[in-house]
């Protein structure tokens, strides 16, 4: 008998709020945070626009874990989010048992400003060189370890990345963790920033928005970028009782696949989604009949939009249109390997507020797929069951399943 | 474990060539792989030479792929036709998953591409690098070019990435997720790693370079790939198939900064112990002939991974033949693990284990530590990993048949 996983903190830092009252308003109004960015600027690109994220002065990275927090940026944020979901499920390093808790965190990018950084200073100085710490910042697992650390873990501490599903692959593994009985307690999340290389890469592959992202609408022209951070705390639901904590949701399972089609472009039809979505189920054992709402990929590019709309009319049929499907990325932006840790944490809103969140900037439908993309603004749906879906370059696919607690 | 996970093909790349029999050609006569870095000479360094992606593999865009990903497709790719899957007998791509241990395999070419950023200009730069650029990309070109389509994950934690990236590999397959799973890794140094590592005080020159030794001081780097087959016993078995062995169980477990490696290596094994069902306690540490160690030279790392064997095993240690790879391979970081998979299995396989490469004045008295090859009791293998992030891995496997 495999125990089951239930969700009992969670904590986000977005551009929509650090909280998860002003983030839950802020998407539920569908209010793009999607604004000139501050952070830098490039010559080529002319004034480039992103969702920044403003960090108070007690989430700043203390030097005694990085003298340099403009290289350690995702570290910054990535320890932010998780602070607030460990606070949120009322844990304390005493009460947690170290042997039994771990940590997972997922990211696309990583501490990737320290290369920007490299590069500028050897434009200024050819033969400029690298610090003895640039090792250990490329080390993505430093991500977790410094989480796991922060909170005295001796558990198992992971660092995944599928690209932009990392944040949900973070999330599967450290359910694999708990349910296997290696960890009572796990915190999972991804986190992500922006960086000049995002941008430039995107520009130059032709996948970046002119102007600000609209998921599903006819006239979706590109990604627009965020930064930010989530993470939930997983526990046995055991552990959870055991301690009279306050379940929020339960993660019921997992699907996982791979397009293995292109480098970048994801497979035909939204045919690896399908599988991820029936896999995932089949370990809830929940059916299609029972989902209530799909918190998308959505980055409003044309191909993932079609795709992955191709891949809801394949598996919820006539009843298509009557289950919600909506990308907060026209909100908070595509925060690559955050995002759906991000999600993730919409998801269990959605649940706990009999809500759901708007496709923000959806206007024109495309004709090929008429689904309930829940345009405007946020409306009451009896949530019971959702799919979070999440793609990554190279066809990594990822989808969780969560459910309403009983 | 709830059902035993057969490794049913193994495929390596070292400086001492291609395949497992090279390698524990080299490690039996005490070879050292090390010499000083062409562009840093201050620093050890093991790197292949003469690898030519397409002599091994031909899948498209090969050439356009990063030196270390065309390892990692290479090492992948050897490893399914060892285990009978090639050709027209090739798996079902559903059917196929891939776990990839890769931190740093994608850097190199992170750092060429923005430094063309910065110098060249954007619109000069070529779009399809940054996509290689990625650290998942490794694990999506290797994906790819297997056309593994059940799943495809990369676990970034240096070089304990290999034995944790086994250890979810194993657990993938325990879920019936895939009908077989490539483990795969590649690593290749580059200048700005080998610098940075210089300047942390981390790195030992060629001439110094020894592992497990009192006068260890410091680590070398090793170019790698390595990858390793994961099925159900039972499917494997039901092939015609004869597992090259079988993983018994594998534990992750962090060291916290202020608390002792050591200690967490140690609860790691007993994790892994626990939950290999190899009998009672004292019956699970006693069938451990071997133990094949990440230790790679660093004074800290290498005494952790002794004093956790002691503490874990108790006097079940002392019988224990240690192995160390590194001492020959140098750090391989993310394959390292994979690499002492293969090397295990052929020493329980050969019932000899190989020497610890320039062992002069060993940590802890012979014959725990070979100079020379010694003769295995019959028994499992305990591997161990730490990475430099302070998580440390233990993974047990055994031959088939025991």
Request: hydrophobic share 45%; aromatic share 4%; proline share 6%.
């Amino acid at each position: 008998m495999q125990r089951r996983v239930v969700i009992t903190g969670c904590g986000v830092v977005t551009a929509a709020g650090n909280e998860l009252e002003s983030f839950w308003s802020t998407l539920m109004q569908g209010a793009a945070c999607i604004r000139p960015l501050a952070a830098f600027a490039h010559a080529e690109m002319g004034q480039l626009s992103g969702a920044e994220v403003t960090l108070p002065p007690e989430d700043r990275l203390p030097p005694a874990i990085d003298a340099d927090p403009l290289r350690a940026r995702c570290l910054e944020l990535g320890l932010a989010a998780s602070r607030r979901a460990w606070a949120a499920a009322g844990l304390t390093s005493a009460a947690a048992d170290a042997e039994k808790t771990g940590v997972c965190f997922g990211t696309t990018m990583g501490e990737e400003r320290q290369v920007g950084d490299l590069s500028e200073r050897r434009k200024a100085q050819p033969d400029a060189g690298v610090d003895a710490s640039f090792f250990a910042r490329a080390n993505n697992h430093r991500l977790a370890a410094q989480v796991a650390a922060s909170f005295g873990c001796g558990g198992p501490v992971l660092m995944t990345t599928t690209a932009c599903s990392s944040g949900n692959a973070a999330v599967a593994h450290a359910f694999d963790a708990i349910r296997s009985g290696d960890a009572d307690v796990m915190l999972a999340g991804g986190a992500d920033v922006l960086t000049r290389l995002i941008y430039c890469g995107f520009q130059r592959m032709g996948v970046l928005s002119a102007s600000i992202c609209r998921p599903f609408d006819k006239s979706r022209d590109g990604v627009s970028f965020g930064e930010g951070a989530g993470a939930v705390v997983l526990e046995s639901l055991e552990h959870a009782r055991a301690r009279d904590a306050r379940v929020l949701a339960e993660l019921a399972g997992y699907g996982m696949s791979n397009d293995a089609h292109h480098i970048t472009a994801p497979g035909p039809h939204g045919e690896g989604f399908v599988r991820a979505v029936h896999q995932a189920l089949a370990q809830a054992g929940l059916s299609l009949d029972q989902v209530s709402y799909v918190s998308a990929h959505g980055t409003g590019t044309p191909f993932n939009d079609k795709g992955e709309s191709e891949a809801m009319l394949t598996l919820f049929g006539a009843r298509a249109k009557q289950v919600p499907v909506s990308s907060i990325k026209s909100i908070i932006g595509h925060t690559n390997g955050a995002a759906s840790a991000i999600e993730t944490v919409a998801c269990v809103l959605a649940i706990q507020h009999r809500a759901v969140p708007p496709t923000a900037g959806w206007r024109d439908p495309d004709p090929e797929f008429e689904l309930d993309y829940v345009p405007g603004q946020g409306r009451p749906h009896p949530v019971d069951v959702c799919l979070n879906l999440a793609a990554g370059f190279g066809g990594h696919n990822v989808c969780l399943v969560l459910r309403r607690f009983s | 474990m709830t059902s035993a996970v057969a490794i049913t093909g193994v495929s390596v790349f070292t400086p001492f060539g291609v395949g497992a029999e090279a390698l524990a050609a080299a490690l039996g006569a005490g070879r050292v792989a090390v010499e000083p870095a062409p562009e840093l000479s201050e620093v050890g360094l093991a790197r292949i030479t003469d690898f030519d992606p397409l002599r091994h593999v031909s899948v498209r865009g090969m050439r356009v792929y990063p030196r270390a990903t065309q390892l990692e497709i290479c090492a992948a790719a050897l490893a399914l036709t060892d285990a009978g899957w090639s050709g027209e007998a090739a798996l079902d791509p559903m059917e196929l998953g891939l776990v990839t241990a890769s931190s740093y395999s994608h850097l190199q070419t992170l750092v060429e591409y923005d430094r063309g950023l910065v110098s060249v200009g954007m619109q000069r730069t070529n779009p399809t690098l940054m996509p290689l650029g990625l650290p998942s990309a490794p694990g999506a070109a290797t994906g790819l070019a297997l056309s593994a389509k059940a799943f495809s994950i990369t676990l970034n934690d240096g070089g304990a990435s290999g034995l944790a990236a086994l250890g979810l590999g194993a657990h993938a397959i325990r879920d019936g997720r895939a009908r077989a799973c490539v483990v795969a890794g590649a690593f290749t140094p580059f200048a700005e790693l080998l610098e940075s590592s210089l300047r942390a005080g981390l790195s030992a020159s060629a001439e110094r370079f020894r592992v497990l030794d009192r006068e260890a001081e410091g680590v070398a780097f090793g170019e790698a790939a390595a990858a390793l087959v994961l099925e159900p016993l039972e499917a494997a078995l039901g092939r015609g198939r004869s597992p090259l062995g079988v993983l018994r169980a594998q534990a992750t477990r962090f060291a916290p900064p202020g608390a002792s490696l050591a200690s967490a290596l140690g609860r790691a094994v007993s994790a892994a112990l626990s939950s290999a069902r190899l009998g009672s306690a004292p019956a699970a540490t006693a069938a451990i002939s071997l133990a094949c160690v990440g230790a790679n030279g660093d004074p800290r790392e290498d005494a952790a991974h002794l004093d956790a064997l002691s503490s874990a095993l108790g006097a079940a240690a002392e019988p224990v033949v240690i192995a160390a790879p590194k001492a020959s391979l140098g750090e391989m970081l993310d394959p390292s693990g994979l690499v002492q998979a293969v090397v295990a299995l052929g020493a329980l396989r050969a019932r000899r284990a190989p020497p610890i490469a320039r062992l002069a004045t060993a940590r802890a008295p012979s014959p725990r530590h070979p100079t020379a090859p010694v003769e295995l009791a019959p028994g499992a293998a305990l591997l161990t990993a730490i990475s430099p992030s302070r998580s440390c891995s233990a993974l047990l496997l055994s031959l088939g048949g025991e």
